[in-house]
């Protein structure tokens, strides 16, 4: 057994055994796409003032768009499983989320862990969205939390739905001009960290994507051409960490952040929470992509290289070796 083989089969019998929220080749796709779109703005007033005279100016920043869509694959076949039986086609509900801005900018795709969902990661989601980048969210056919069933195996289904999930976006009349194509991320936790692994990082992985955030779960070998973030927390007991940490050294060739949350479990700050965490997770990831996929109009960078104290450790290197000072890997 491959040492990749070995770290990705240890970390799906971890997950698969939690049974809890927390590679593959892009594939031939068919789009049947139906949307319902909601947008709300949020305005916020700003006064000036001078020696003589006093402004009121209103900004209005740009719209977040929230929509859904439903994307079916009949390439690809949805295996029985439970009650149901096989499927002939793979349908996908997606949410959406973007600034409603006529610039191109980047698309990340955020895949959810075993019986988690999209709509558990909402902070996240529109964090993403308010620094500009198109965000996909996928619930998975067989692992989502309202699929009534849990079927950890369907990871390489799952691998290939990210792929469908790009081509669709690309494809779809509203978003797919708002995308630019040569910049692409791929964000997942727990069970969706496998799958952002198998799509994203494996050599045989979709290679239009360019940076990959993993949290909460291991991977193997990793393409040279793709930069990764690790994030982990050190208490976690459905994933320890210690499978983050023999993944690292599977990264020496890439651009690589491990992030470790300090006293962090299996879904502080990843899942919706009031806790401290959330700011750390979402910061850095968003920071993250804004370095790596070269769109940064909110400042994301500046706000990730703030982040510190107690909560959280951090380690960088680039190809040629460890950086001694993590925010280094914002300089290049």
């Known amino acids: 057994m491959t040492r990749r083989l070995l770290a990705v089969t240890l970390a799906l019998g971890l997950i698969a055994a939690a049974c809890s929220d927390d590679g593959g080749s892009e594939a031939a796709s068919t789009t049947t796409t139906a949307a319902e779109t909601t947008t709300s703005t949020v305005a916020e007033s700003t006064t000036t003032t001078t020696s003589t005279t006093t402004t009121t100016t209103t900004t209005v920043p740009p719209v977040v768009v929230n929509a859904t869509r439903v994307f079916v694959d009949d390439t690809r076949t949805t295996p029985a499983t439970g009650d149901q039986p096989e499927l002939p086609e793979r349908t996908l509900d997606v949410w959406v989320e973007a600034l409603d801005t006529d610039d191109a900018r980047p698309l990340i795709i955020f895949n959810h862990g075993l019986t988690g969902h999209p709509r558990s990661h909402v902070l996240l989601r529109e964090h993403l969205a308010e620094a500009g980048f198109v965000v996909a969210s996928p619930a998975f056919p067989l692992t989502n939390q309202?699929?009534?069933?849990a079927n950890a195996g369907d990871i390489s289904g799952q691998?290939?739905?990210?792929?469908?999930?790009?081509?669709?976006?690309?494809?779809d009349p509203e978003f797919g001009p708002l995308i630019d194509p040569d910049r692409i991320g791929v964000i997942g936790?727990?069970?969706?960290?496998?799958?952002?692994?198998?799509a994203a990082l494996s050599v045989d992985g979709d290679h239009r994507v360019d940076a990959a955030v993993v949290m909460s779960a291991g991977f193997g070998d990793v393409r040279d051409d793709v930069a990764v973030m690790v994030l982990h927390g050190d208490e976690d007991r459905i994933v320890p960490i210690a499978s983050s940490t023999a993944s690292w050294a599977?990264?020496?060739?890439?651009?690589?952040?491990?992030?470790t949350l300090?006293?962090?479990?299996?879904?502080?700050?990843i899942?919706?929470?009031e806790s401290d965490y959330g700011p750390i997770v979402r910061g850095l990831a968003v920071g993250f992509f804004a370095h790596e996929l070269g769109h940064d109009p909110a400042g994301a960078v500046d706000a990730a290289l703030a982040i510190g104290g107690d909560?959280?450790?951090?380690?960088?290197?680039?190809?040629?070796?460890?950086l001694d000072d993590w925010p280094d890997f914002f300089a290049g």
Not at 146 to 149: E, I, K, L, Q, V
Not at 262 to 269: E, F, R, T
Not at 311 to 322: C, F, H, M, N, S
């Open 159 to 171: 691998v290939g739905d990210v792929s469908f999930v790009i081509d669709s976006m690309l494809e």
């Open 189 to 198: 936790h727990s069970l969706g960290g496998l799958t952002t692994a198998g």
């Open 311 to 322: 909560l959280v450790t951090i380690e960088a290197g680039t190809p040629d070796g460890p």
């Open 146 to 149: 309202d699929s009534g069933f």
């Open 250 to 259: 599977f990264t020496e060739a890439n651009r690589r952040m491990f992030v």
């Open 271 to 273: 899942l919706d929470d």
């Open 262 to 269: 300090i006293g962090g479990n299996h879904l502080l700050g």
